[in-house]
């Protein structure tokens, strides 16, 4: 996260056409920068990130948003919602800004740059077709601090296939009233596309398994049926869960 705000040219000019090509349907759109720490060194890394989340609070211009998430396996990611390419020239221009103000041999001095393995940066748009809200559902809910990521991986030419049948997945959730819902996303920048993401809240790991074996198991042939469908549409798949965490987050009131 230290350096979001010297994002070069370059990488603005190579961003797919596509991002620009749906804006025109006002999507949800999330730029997502991913910082990956080597375990030795998460404990020095918390506590930078902590004074650093603490100048950002004091500092942060109106309107500045975004929420972060941990794991071992996904390292830190923060996520900042946008409606399109416009908000994320804003959004640079907001850091640089407020980077201006704190004073960038401040900035500096605060970085724990020395302790980020690897970085990413990659857009997602929404997809509500393909997600599923259930009376009630919200992403942020304060009991459900953790998030269950499915990493759909379809194969290349069959994404029209693969999103009717996540859109069936959907008919059959709410045709018997489940009670859990996910949002899903496609991710329009990366090394490995086509890829739609699913995210679940959840109160823990463990009971996001149980619940899920729960809805298997009520479902039957239906649920088989679908999940063989949408296994053989798709070339791999991946799941991991990451702590929501507001601590590092700067998030509206």
């Given at each position: ?123 997602y748009v929404e997809l509500p077709d393909l ?123």
């Amino acid at each position: 996260m230290r350096r979001w705000m010297v994002l070069p040219l370059a990488f603005l000019m190579a961003a797919p056409a596509s991002l620009a090509a749906q804006e025109g349907d006002s999507p949800t759109w999330w730029a997502v920068f991913t910082e990956q720490v080597a375990p030795e060194n998460v404990a020095a890394f918390e506590e930078a990130s902590a004074k650093m989340h603490e100048v950002i609070v004091a500092n942060a211009p109106e309107g500045m948003v975004y929420y972060t998430h941990a794991s071992p396996e996904m390292g830190y990611s923060y996520g900042i919602p946008m409606s399109g390419m416009a908000d994320f020239m804003d959004m640079n221009a907001q850091w640089m800004g407020m980077v201006d103000q704190i004073g960038w041999e401040n900035w500096e001095a605060m970085s724990a740059d020395h302790l980020v393995e690897n970085r990413t940066m990659n857009f997602y748009v929404e997809l509500p077709d393909l997600s599923y809200h259930p009376a009630g559902y919200a992403e942020s809910l304060a009991d459900k601090p953790v998030r269950h990521f499915d990493w759909l991986y379809p194969k290349p030419g069959m994404e029209t296939e693969f999103n009717e049948v996540m859109m069936e997945w959907v008919a059959l959730y709410e045709e018997m009233g489940i009670e859990s819902g996910w949002t899903a996303y496609q991710a329009v920048s990366g090394d490995d596309l086509p890829l739609i993401v699913l995210i679940t809240p959840a109160t823990s790991a463990s009971a996001y398994y149980l619940m899920s074996e729960e809805i298997d198991a009520s479902m039957g042939e239906k649920g088989q049926d679908l999940m063989m469908r949408s296994m053989a549409l798709m070339r791999k798949f991946e799941h991991e869960e990451a702590q929501f965490r507001p601590d590092l987050s700067v998030m509206p009131e």
